[in-house]
Nanobody, 124 residues
Framework: QLQASGGGLVQAGGSLRLSCAAS????????VAWFRQAPGKECEFVAA????????FYADSAKGRFTISRYNARNTVDLQLSSLKVEDTAVYFC???????????????????WGQGTQVTVSS
């Protein structure tokens, strides 16, 4: 089970830190990703961290502004959002998979576990 938190209202240029908390065992064996969905748009990959030792990956829109970090001892994956833009406004979801392969990293359908989402609103 996943629970996302940390969303809110922030001005353009500001920062937020999202957190995804997981319950259960063997968290280090799961790849975890963040996706987002803006009104009227499709779900979009943002960033992912593969199971321990597998590296991190970012969408082009996130590179240089967002940082994904995992803390296996706490069963959490955080997403630091910096230099936020109005177009970053969306509901952000965390998702996890124990069987993810590299070529499927950005596909929402590759993740079997999803959190409830947290709203991020960036004002101009």
């Amino acid at each position: 089970q996943l629970q996302a938190s940390g969303g809110g209202l922030v001005q353009a240029g500001g920062s937020l830190r999202l957190s995804c908390a997981a319950s259960g065992r063997a968290f280090s064996t799961y790849s975890v990703a963040w996706f987002r969905q803006a009104p009227g748009k499709e779900c979009e990959f943002v960033a992912a961290t593969r199971r321990s030792g597998g590296g991190t990956f970012y969408a082009d829109s996130a590179k240089g502004r967002f940082t994904i970090s995992r803390y296996n001892a706490r069963n959490t994956v955080d997403l630091q959002l910096s230099s936020l833009k109005v177009e970053d406004t969306a509901v952000y979801f965390c998702a996890a998979s124990q069987t993810l392969i590299l070529s499927s990293m950005t596909l929402a359908t590759a993740y079997g576990y999803w959190g409830q989402g947290t709203q991020v609103t960036v004002s101009s």
